[in-house]
């Protein structure tokens, strides 16, 4: 799925922009642990460098993609979310990587993206604690732009100015 939505502005040049999103549940959880948790050393090497390509390819597209996020952002459907341009969430979304506690580190960029929109002191900790963002928390770190209702979510998504979401979607 990954690489399928990273070759959407090679088969789509001329789109303004791409805007993922999930349900209200969940934006994405990322991998499946069931699967992780059997490749070996060669398989597992091959799973995150498919990845990593993957998001790599999203985060350099000269058409933007906008994570529009509500629910659960986790482990690998955060690097998703961090490979993106922007992103925006609605009050229930829950960002982390939990890897710490699966003794797992996150294979697709997510080291590398977190600490630049973050830092490096936060980043450090959060992966080590392997504790969660809620939405306020989100904003206020600065890894999403806006906080907007849900109803409003995909609208804004679609229709702010990039790179910055508009600041009417921010909470007081």
């Known amino acids: 799925m990954l690489e399928k939505i990273a070759a959407a502005s090679a088969r789509n040049p001329q789109a303004g922009r791409f805007v993922l999103t999930g349900n209200a549940r969940c934006f994405s959880a990322g991998a499946d642990l069931a699967v992780i948790t059997v490749l070996d050393g060669p398989a597992a090497y091959r799973f995150a460098h498919r990845g990593q390509a993957a998001l790599n390819a999203i985060e350099r597209s000269p058409v933007p993609f906008v994570a ?7 482990g690998g459907g955060l690097d998703l979310a961090l490979a993106c341009h922007a992103r925006i969430c609605g009050p229930q979304a ?5 890897g710490a506690r699966l003794g797992l580190v996150t294979g697709w960029g997510g080291t590398q993206r977190l600490p630049r929109l973050i830092g490096s002191a936060r980043t450090l900790a959060h992966l080590l604690a392997a504790e ?3 939405a306020d928390a989100a904003l206020a770190a600065g890894l999403v ?4 209702p849900p ?3 995909l ?3 679609v229709s702010a100015p990039l790179p ?9």
């Open 132 to 134: 969660g963002w809620t």
């Open 151 to 153: 109803a409003a979510l």
């Open 145 to 148: 732009a806006g906080v907007c």
């Open 164 to 172: 910055r979401i508009s600041p009417s979607c921010d909470r007081d």
């Open 155 to 157: 609208n804004a998504a």
């Open 94 to 98: 829950y960002f982390g990587h939990h």
């Open 68 to 74: 529009a996020i509500e629910g659960a952002c986790l």
